[in-house]
């Protein structure tokens, strides 16, 4: 059985009155749910209200899953929306300003590189908490979670130029800041 088929028949569980449904998907779904907020918003706690939310809305909402999309990416579009709802109530109480980037000198390769070791991970969690909000995401979406633009396009209901364009954005700052650190 696919994963795509197994989450229909645990739809179709849960939508019959089988409570234990829910809790399968949850848990299947409930770390993916959890690292995606995370890096959203670079905070583990935020990442663990957003969780609870997105649970709930699933919770509520999941008998209106139509089956257009897979669940993983319904999931990921509600994980989505919910953690850039919960970044501007929280950029409403903080001020923060973003710095003018130059030209770089090192490549935009080089910043994927970099990911690879946990300090480099740090640093960027930080560094994207620094970025706008729809270019955070799609970098995310891009570069961490290896999502195609047709996927994230589904996800976001943006073009996949638009996205390309916050990708490159996004790169350019990201790796303009962690030259300058």
Do not use: C
Not at 10 to 19: A, M, S
Not at 103 to 129: A, C, G, M, P
Not at 140 to 160: H, Q, V
């Amino acid at each position: 059985m696919t994963e795509n088929e197994n989450d229909v028949n645990l739809i179709e569980r849960f939508n019959n009155g089988d409570e234990s449904a829910f809790n399968e998907i949850a848990k299947k779904y409930q770390q993916r749910i959890y690292w995606h907020a995370r890096r959203m918003t670079g905070n583990h706690l935020d990442a663990d209200e957003i969780v609870q939310e997105v649970l709930l809305v699933m919770y509520r909402k999941i008998k209106t899953f139509n089956f257009r999309s897979s669940l993983y990416t319904w999931i990921y579009t509600i994980t989505t929306t919910r953690s850039i709802n919960f970044i501007k109530r929280r950029s409403l109480k903080q001020a923060f300003s973003l710095h003018d980037v130059e030209n770089d000198q090192k490549s935009e390769t080089d910043v994927i590189t970099d990911l690879e070791s946990k300090e480099e991970v740090k640093r960027l969690e930080n560094f994207l908490q620094y970025i706008p909000a729809k270019q955070r995401e799609v970098f995310i979406l891009r570069a961490i979670d290896g999502l195609s633009y047709k996927e994230i396009s589904e996800i976001t209901g943006r073009s996949e130029g638009g996205l390309k364009s916050n990708y490159f954005h996004a790169l350019r700052k990201l790796t303009e800041m962690m030259k300058n650190e």
